[in-house]
């Protein structure tokens, strides 16, 4: 993912992602400074069996000007991934924003 704003992923099911990296489920990671992550919303989802992260996040590109990140995960995502893990994320030197699963904060700048 490039940028998003108002971003809902409902009902879903992403599995045995593998190939290019990172081989994540979900990959949130922006390639500029000035895209977005705001307002994004995963639940009811199954992300499962993906060679990466179930979901990633990295955001090496993005510095303290950039507009701030807000992702939740809520309502029943199940996320299982045997390799690597179930929630990544990396390159937040600076970075602004806020990240949560099912409302417990997992990310706060």
């Given at each position: 993912?490039?940028?998003?704003?108002?971003?809902?992923?409902?009902?879903?099911?992403?599995?045995?992602?593998?190939?290019?990296?990172?081989?994540?489920?979900?990959?949130?990671?922006?390639?500029?400074?000035?895209?977005?992550?705001?307002?994004?919303?995963v639940?009811?989802?199954?992300?499962?069996?993906?060679?990466?992260?179930?979901?990633?996040?990295?955001?090496?590109?993005?510095?303290?000007?950039?507009?701030?990140?807000?992702?939740n995960?809520?309502?029943?995502?199940?996320?299982?991934?045997?390799?690597?893990?179930?929630?990544?994320?990396?390159?937040?030197?600076?970075?602004?924003?806020?990240?949560?699963?099912?409302?417990?904060?997992?990310?706060?700048?």
């Amino acid at each position: 993912m490039i940028s998003a704003i108002n971003l809902d992923i409902e009902n879903a099911v992403i599995t045995n992602t593998n190939g290019t990296a990172p081989q994540s489920g979900i990959d949130f990671e922006p390639n500029q400074v000035n895209e977005y992550l705001q307002n994004i919303t995963v639940s009811a989802t199954n992300i499962s069996n993906n060679k990466g992260y179930g979901i990633l996040c990295y955001f090496g590109r993005l510095n303290g000007t950039t507009n701030p990140v807000s992702i939740n995960i809520v309502n029943g995502t199940n996320i299982h991934n045997n390799v690597q893990g179930n929630i990544k994320i990396l390159g937040t030197t600076g970075v602004k924003g806020k990240i949560t699963v099912d409302g417990k904060v997992v990310f706060n700048q």
